[in-house]
């Protein structure tokens, strides 16, 4: 099990950027499937993105694959999302999750209790 450390979040205006990082606490991060997720108040938890063990492979949410951007460094043990063109519905509690997953696709279905999950960071924006 990882320990995840989101940060990043913020209050930011309509348009504007945030980048959102995700710190594991050991080199196994490097064997994790990477995700990010959202929370907006009222709302269940969506899948934003996904990149694989080696970020050669990406996974996006239809709506958010023209404005955000998942990576990752293994050096540092982190993970990031870049977000551009933020909206005021993009306004949620962003938290990463860590899987171990062997396939050739990066998953965006199956996410779980049983990954390990950073306790999130809040962006908002305002219109």
């Known amino acids: 099990q990882v320990r995840l450390v989101e940060s990043g979040g913020g209050l930011v205006q309509a348009g504007d950027s945030l980048r959102l990082s995700c710190t594991a606490s050991?080199?196994?991060?490097?064997?994790?499937?990477m995700g990010w997720f959202r929370q907006a108040p009222g709302k269940e938890r969506e899948f934003v993105a996904a990149?694989?063990?080696?970020?050669?492979?990406?996974t996006y949410a239809d709506s958010m694959k023209s404005r955000f951007t998942i990576s990752r460094d293994n050096t540092k043990n982190t993970v990031y999302l870049q977000m551009n063109s933020l909206k005021p519905e993009d306004t949620a509690v962003y938290s990463c999750?860590?899987?171990?997953?062997?396939?050739?696709?990066?998953?965006?279905?199956?996410?779980?209790?049983?990954?390990?999950w950073g306790q999130g960071t809040q962006g908002t924006v305002s219109s």
């Open positions: 999750a860590g899987r171990r997953f062997l396939g050739a696709v990066v998953p965006t279905t199956g996410w779980n209790e049983s990954h390990d």
């Open positions: 050991d080199r196994s991060f490097s064997n994790y499937v």
């Open positions: 990149v694989s063990m080696r970020a050669g492979t990406t």
